[in-house]
Nanobody, 130 residues
Framework: QVHLVESGGGTVQAGGSLRLSCAASGYTSNTNYCMAWFRQAPEKMRERVAHIYTTGERTFYDDSVKGRFTISRDGANNTLYLQMNNLKPEDTAMYYC??????????????????????WGQGTLVTVSS
């Protein structure tokens, strides 16, 4: 059973930066995963932010975060990161880490939606003040 734990959220002023982390455990050895960050603002649907495959060669970013956010992973420590720069008030949301072993690299690079992911963290709150 894959277990994901996010950290790094907080309150920051517009234009500031935050780095989210997602520590994973329970990954099956020799298995590749599509890993992703999603976010959900109050009374809004969960939306995709960024995706990366285990091999880390291809990434997906939603248009709303392109050029500002960077997804990366540390394979040795099974940790997923999201570096968020030039934050805007509209980035305020609960951010969730997700993973799934059945999503292949091509699909992962297209930014599959949240229903396709089996494993989820509990979320970390990001608040951006204007």
């Amino acid at each position: 059973q894959v277990h994901l734990v996010e950290s790094g959220g907080g309150t920051v002023q517009a234009g500031g930066s935050l780095r989210l982390s997602c520590a994973a455990s329970g990954y099956t050895s020799n298995t590749n995963y599509c890993m992703a960050w999603f976010r959900q603002a109050p009374e809004k649907m969960r939306e995709r932010v960024a995706h990366i495959y285990t091999t880390g060669e291809r990434t997906f970013y939603d248009d709303s975060v392109k050029g500002r956010f960077t997804i990366s992973r540390d394979g040795a420590n099974n940790t997923l990161y999201l570096q968020m720069n030039n934050l805007k008030p509209e980035d305020t949301a609960m951010y969730y880490c997700a993973a799934d072993s059945t999503i292949g690299p091509d699909t992962c690079a297209s930014g599959p939606p949240h229903p396709l992911f089996d494993y989820w963290g509990q979320g970390t709150l990001v608040t951006v003040s204007s």
